[in-house]
């Protein structure tokens, strides 16, 4: 009796949870179902609805499935599926099948009626699928097969022309690349953004030094612009990888068909110029197996995240009581269950953690494509899910960044009672020694037991008597205080990009010219 149930519950026939699901994903693309799977009831329920079951449901033919005398098992058509994340190719997908059927009745493998209809069909699914309406299906795969047979029970015969010349392999790599595209220019936007709240924050600190560190031990004065703006230079490097990547994948690889290209004939050139691709791929095999995009456009996004994780540590170091340098908002932070005073940064401690995902995307990526024989393999269905996930944590981690940027405040007089420690003018009396005509590895030398003295006398440089400065070295004269103390040590820096008030003032001048920001 007992094998009966068990061997019951594992039949479609008894358990509807094991038939062809109908998914209601969500319109948009913004909404990751990443490792969706259906709950499965208690064996209770699941025997009460293995006693209300009579029939078993029909399955679906599949398209490619004129070979094949059975269908698939329910585990290797669950374990197979890529619909619970490739749906949102769709917009893309059904912008490579029009410019395909263009190309077809351009070309004259179906007529210009047949190309219409298909147009028709192609317009309506589409709508379906933005209003919510559309039914994806797990046994239809994936989302290129979704629409096309949608499209053959809505339009018919001329539906089943469309896949002419076309293989799912030079398919998904089409979709992909366009989808990559739009996706880096939205990250390129997120970025700029970041950027302008960067310069706007800067610019309302113009004249405030705070601690240069190196090793995180106090260094030299900076000016905190010249701190802000070296985060949108990062920035701008970000940016310019991105755009790189994108020129590069901007080739069309639809055409290409299985991995040989056709013996039709095709026109190439006239889908990529209708795609707005440079150009078509020249070798087919490179063009159905190549995801060397997907790795740039990850890497590129792993040093993205490297540069927003860094300067979430310094944000959440700066929050915190022992330094007090900033103070974020309310609306941008949050507290603790257990302990009522705590005001913690979180959006940028989760920025931090968040990098540890985009990296691991890489890695994933780069793993899945090491051992791959040209051309396709099924393995490449797995670049989907770590891609998207990577763009989406990017996109969140600017945002969170830009909105965390709009509402901080720096703490003036914390900052400026911090600065005496550390000795930050150090340098700058070295640099008054080789104007000296000292050589400066005597010149650093002769500093470094001028700090030694005010240890001793638990004083600052600034604070020394000349005759101290002399015990040190006779070379030094009243001129010396010119050079002592952070603001005259920040006044006295002139090379070109350096923390030096006109070079800071210059570079915040730059930057909002280039990102157009208006006075």
């Known amino acids: 009796m007992a094998a009966a149930t068990s061997q019951s519950f594992l039949s479609p ?19 990751s179902l990443r490792g969706r799977r259906p709950a499965f009831p ?7 609805s293995m006693a209300s079951s009579e029939s078993e449901e029909r399955k679906e033919t599949k398209l490619w499935g004129g070979r094949f005398e ?3 098992t329910d585990a290797v058509e669950g374990f197979t599926e890529s619909i619970s994340y490739d749906w949102q190719l769709y917009k893309y997908d059904i912008m490579g099948s029009k410019a395909h059927a263009s190309m077809l009745a351009a070309q004259g493998l179906i007529t210009a009626g047949d190309k219409d209809i298909i147009l028709e069909g192609l317009d309506q699914i589409e709508k379906l699928i933005q209003d919510g309406k559309f039914e994806w299906r797990t046994d239809r795969e994936d989302v290129h097969m979704n629409i096309e047979a949608a499209l053959i029970e809505k339009v018919g015969e001329p539906a089943k022309k469309l896949h002419t ?21 939205k990250i390129l936007f997120r970025i700029k953004q970041f950027q302008v709240s960067l310069v706007l924050l800067a610019s309302k600190y113009v004249d405030l ?67 707005k691709f440079t150009a078509p791929m020249k070798n087919s095999i490179d063009a159905v197996s190549d995801r060397d995009f997907v790795l740039e456009f990850l890497a590129a996004n792993s040093i993205a995240a490297v540069h927003l994780s860094r300067i979430g540590e310094e944000w959440v170091l700066w929050a915190s009581e022992e330094f007090g340098f900033l103070t974020p908002s309310d609306s941008v932070s949050t507290g603790s269950s257990i302990m009522p005073q705590k ?47 990577s763009v989406k944590a990017v996109l969140g981690m600017l945002e969170v960044c830009t909105e965390f940027a709009q509402n901080i405040s720096f703490n003036s007089k914390r900052i400026q ?18 104007k000296k005509g000292v050589p400066f590895r005597t010149s ?28 040190v070295h006779p070379v030094f004269e009243g001129d010396v205080y010119e050079y002592l103390g952070v603001e005259n040590a920040v006044n006295k820096f002139i090379s070109y990009g350096s923390t030096g008030s006109e070079q800071v003032k210059k570079q915040l001048e730059d930057w909002r010219t280039q990102l157009g920001i208006s006075s």
């Open 42 to 48: 208690s064996v209770a329920a699941a025997s009460t």
């Open 13 to 31: 026939a008894s358990n509807p949870l094991l038939r062809p699901r109908i998914l209601p994903f969500p319109a948009g693309g913004s909404v």
């Open 165 to 185: 010349a076309r293989s799912r392999n030079d398919q998904i790599v089409t979709d992909l690349r366009l989808w990559c595209r739009d996706a880096i220019d």
């Open 444 to 471: 650093h030398e002769i500093v470094g037991r001028s700090v030694a003295l005010c240890v001793s006398k638990n004083c600052q440089l600034a604070e020394l008597g000349l005759d101290d400065l002399k015990s």
């Open 70 to 72: 059975e269908g698939v």
């Open 417 to 434: 009672s911090s600065l005496p420690a550390g000795y930050l003018d150090a340098t700058t009396l070295a640099d008054y020694l080789v």
């Open 209 to 275: 030094i705070v601690p240069g560190y190196t090793h995180l031990q106090r260094a030299q004065p900076v000016l905190l612009p010249h701190l802000l703006l070296s985060y949108v230079e990062q920035l701008e490097r970000d940016a310019g990888r991105l755009v790189n990547c994108r020129e590069r994948l901007n080739f069309c690889p639809l055409g290409a068909c299985a991995l040989a290209g056709t013996g039709l004939p095709i026109d190439r050139f006239k889908t990529a110029k209708d795609l």
């Open 343 to 389: 005001k913690n940064p979180d959006p940028m401690e989760l920025v931090r953690g968040k990098s540890a995902r985009v990296f691991g995307d890489l890695m994933t990526v780069l793993t899945l494509c090491k051992g791959l024989p040209q051309a396709y393999n099924r393995d490449l269905q797995e670049d989907k899910e770590p891609l998207f996930d």
